[in-house]
C-alpha cells in the first residue's frame, strides 16, 4: 500500500487525545513522521507507543504551546530535530464553561484564549517563516461550529474559534505566494475528552438552556477518526488548490 505522505514531517498539538491523537495515527500510517506536543506527558507517550507499534514514527515534546518559547520549542523539534516541516495541526483546545458574556470571568477567558487562539497564531507564525524558506506547506486549523455560529459554547470558546477562522483566512491569502495553504476544519459534535477541561460547577446554566436548544438538532456525533480523516486529506497534494477554506464536519449540523 502506497504511502501519501512518506517523507513528510508533521506536527500535531493537542496530540495525546481525541482528534489529535487520531490524526497523528492515520498520518502516521501513511508515512509521515509526526511530531506530537501535548501537556499530559502520560498520554501523549501512550499514543506514541501505539505509532511505533504500528510501525510509525512520533517523536513528542511535552510543553505549553500557549507560551512564545513553548510554541517556538515544537515547530523547532521539526525543523531543526528533523530537518523539515510540511504540514502543521493546530489541534489543541480547551473548552469554557459555557459562560454567557454577562458571567465569563477574566482568568477563563484569557487561558481560553491563549490556548484555542494564541498557541495557533504563535505555531504558524514559526511555522511560516520555515515554510516561506523552504517550498511551502500545509496548515490546517482545527476550529469548530462555535468558530461560525453563537450557539455552540461560551463567549471565550466562541469567540476564540471565530478567531481561528478568521486567523485561518487572512493566513491563507498573505502566503499563498508562498505555496503555504491554511484551512480550518468546522468542527461538529465529537467525542473527545475535551469536557475534561469543564469545572462542571460553573456551568451557566441560564446559558445553557438557550444553547441546548441548538444542541438538540445537533443530527449526530462524530468520531476522532472522522475529523482525523479530513486532516490526512488536507494535509496531502490532492488538496493543493483549497486553500482559506472552511470544511465542515459536523454531519449536517450548520445545515441547520
Same mark, same amino acid.
Request: charged share 15%; aromatic share 4%.
Given at each position: 500500500?502506497?504511502?501519501?505522505?512518506?517523507?513528510?514531517?508533521? #506536527?500535531?498539538?493537542?496530540?495525546?487525545?481525541?482528534?489529535?491523537?487520531?490524526?497523528?495515527?492515520?498520518?502516521?500510517?501513511?508515512?509521515?513522521?509526526?511530531?506530537?506536543?501535548?501537556?499530559?506527558?502520560?498520554?501523549?507517550?501512550?499514543? &506514541?507507543?501505539? #505509532?511505533?507499534? &504500528?510501525?510509525?514514527?512520533? !517523536?513528542? @515534546? !511535552?510543553?505549553?504551546?500557549?507560551?512564545?518559547?513553548?510554541?517556538?520549542?515544537?515547530?523547532?523539534?521539526?525543523?531543526?530535530?528533523?530537518?523539515?516541516?510540511?504540514?502543521? #495541526?493546530?489541534? &489543541?483546545?480547551?473548552?469554557?464553561?459555557?459562560?454567557?458574556?454577562?458571567?465569563?470571568?477574566?482568568?477563563?477567558?484569557?487561558?481560553?484564549?491563549?490556548?484555542? @487562539?494564541?498557541?495557533?497564531?504563535? @505555531?504558524?507564525?514559526?511555522?511560516?517563516?520555515?515554510?516561506?524558506?523552504?517550498?511551502?506547506?500545509?496548515? #490546517?486549523?482545527?476550529?469548530?461550529?462555535?468558530? !461560525?455560529?453563537?450557539?455552540?459554547?461560551?463567549?471565550?470558546?466562541?469567540?476564540?474559534?471565530?478567531?481561528? !477562522?478568521?486567523?485561518?483566512?487572512?493566513?491563507?491569502?498573505?502566503?499563498?505566494?508562498?505555496?503555504?495553504?491554511?484551512?480550518?476544519?468546522?468542527?461538529?459534535?465529537?467525542?473527545?475528552?475535551?469536557?475534561?477541561?469543564? %469545572?462542571?460547577?460553573?456551568?451557566?446554566?441560564?446559558?445553557?438552556?438557550?444553547?441546548?436548544?441548538?444542541?438538540?438538532?445537533?443530527?449526530?456525533?462524530?468520531?476522532?477518526?472522522?475529523?482525523?480523516?479530513?486532516? @490526512?486529506?488536507?494535509?496531502?497534494?490532492?488538496?493543493?488548490?483549497? %486553500?482559506?477554506?472552511?470544511?465542515?464536519?459536523?454531519?449536517?449540523?450548520?445545515?441547520?
Amino acid at each position: 500500500m502506497s504511502q501519501r505522505l512518506a517523507g513528510k514531517v508533521v #506536527v500535531i498539538t493537542g496530540a495525546a487525545s481525541g482528534m489529535g491523537a487520531a490524526s497523528a495515527k492515520l498520518l502516521a500510517s501513511e508515512g509521515a513522521t509526526i511530531i506530537g506536543g501535548d501537556v499530559n506527558a502520560e498520554r501523549l507517550e501512550a499514543v &506514541a507507543s501505539e #505509532v511505533q507499534a &504500528a510501525g510509525g514514527k512520533m !517523536v513528542t @515534546l !511535552v510543553g505549553d504551546i500557549s507560551t512564545k518559547e513553548g510554541a517556538n520549542a515544537l515547530i523547532a523539534k521539526a525543523t531543526e530535530g528533523e530537518g523539515r516541516l510540511d504540514v502543521l #495541526v493546530n489541534n &489543541a483546545g480547551i473548552m469554557d464553561n459555557f459562560e454567557g458574556v454577562a458571567k465569563v470571568e477574566d482568568q477563563v477567558w484569557h487561558r481560553v484564549m491563549s490556548v484555542n @487562539l494564541y498557541a495557533p497564531m504563535a @505555531l504558524s507564525r514559526a511555522a511560516v517563516q520555515w515554510m516561506k524558506e523552504h517550498g511551502g506547506g500545509a496548515i #490546517v486549523n482545527v476550529a469548530s461550529a462555535a468558530g !461560525v455560529g453563537g450557539g455552540a459554547a461560551g463567549a471565550a470558546y466562541t469567540a476564540s474559534k471565530h478567531g481561528v !477562522v478568521g486567523l485561518t483566512k487572512n493566513t491563507a491569502i498573505a502566503y499563498a505566494p508562498a505555496g503555504i495553504r491554511c484551512n480550518a476544519i468546522i468542527v461538529g459534535a465529537v467525542a473527545t475528552n475535551i469536557m475534561e477541561s469543564i %469545572n462542571q460547577e460553573k456551568i451557566d446554566q441560564e446559558a445553557m438552556a438557550q444553547f441546548g436548544k441548538w444542541h438538540g438538532v445537533t443530527p449526530g456525533q462524530l468520531q476522532p477518526e472522522d475529523i482525523a480523516n479530513v486532516v @490526512l486529506f488536507l494535509s496531502l497534494d490532492e488538496s493543493k488548490m483549497i %486553500n482559506g477554506a472552511t470544511v465542515e464536519a459536523d454531519a449536517g449540523w450548520m445545515a441547520h
